[in-house]
């Protein structure tokens, strides 16, 4: 088998999604040359304790661990000292640029999903959004169905659940599959936290995103969620998951919704974040 991926990697060789390089038959991903993969901007310094924010740092990274930002506990971000967001941490494995930008595009908007897998597994390695993690962990992994953890009647006891970023069923229809519900299906396996996927509901199909600035995000967003049975998320502690942290808006709006709705603390966790 390998020397049948060597043979047409040889007739037909890959290019770099991000440098358009030849990838080599031993890259990590068929997608992006080693170099690439290798330079994805994992946060490995201190960043503010609410947000995420990767502070600057003047010293580089010696040991080339995958670390997630060390949370500098009294420090926030002006930001965050200024207007605290409503939800109680946010935690990004890494910087959106490069080839991480890239992967999570061809994760979202060409259905590469085992792509999507990978990268939450990287993801996963940080050490801010794994202790978050493991402090949830359930003693026993749930029940699955089709590889996501289930919400049973015996699960609804659990303290904590992982709610992703939903879709309006409109673009739902149209992607076929919500990128934030595999990256929570990922952490909910591995976890053993149990995945509500459709409690928090988008019933307001909005603009995308990324074609706004920060104000006319902040209003494309408000008001477009909801949540449908409040009794699942009461009293309950929330880690909402999303591929990318861009201004914030969809993620504070989201956490406003679950927290009127019940829900005690809300942890945002996301692969990628903009930030600049």
Known sequence: MKMLSNLLNTIYPATCKNCKNIVSA?????????????????????????????????????????YCGQSTANYPCGNCREKPPPFDMAVSAGRYSGALAEAVKLFKYKKKIHLGKRLTE???????????????????????????????LDSLSAQTMIVPVPLHLKRLREREFNQSAIIGSVIGKRYGIPVAANTLMRHRNTRPQVELDAKE??????????????????????????????????????????????ADKVYVITIARMTG
């Open 217 to 262: 995000r902040k209003e494309n967003v408000t008001g477009a969620f909801c949540v449908e049975d409040r009794t699942l998320i009461e009293g309950r502690k929330i880690i909402l998951v999303d591929d990318v942290y861009t201004s914030g808006s969809t993620l504070n709006e989201c956490t406003r919704v679950l927290k009127r709705n019940g």
């Open 122 to 152: 990287e993801a996963l390695k940080s050490s801010s959004i794994d202790g978050i993690l493991r402090s949830f962990q359930a003693a026993y992994p749930p029940h699955t169905v089709w590889g996501c953890p289930a919400i049973r």
């Open 26 to 66: 031993d890259a990590a991903t068929a997608y992006f040359c080693k170099a690439c993969w290798q330079d994805i901007g994992w946060f490995n310094g201190p960043c503010c304790p609410k947000c995420g924010l990767p502070y600057t740092s003047p010293y580089p990274d010696t040991d080339n661990k995958l």
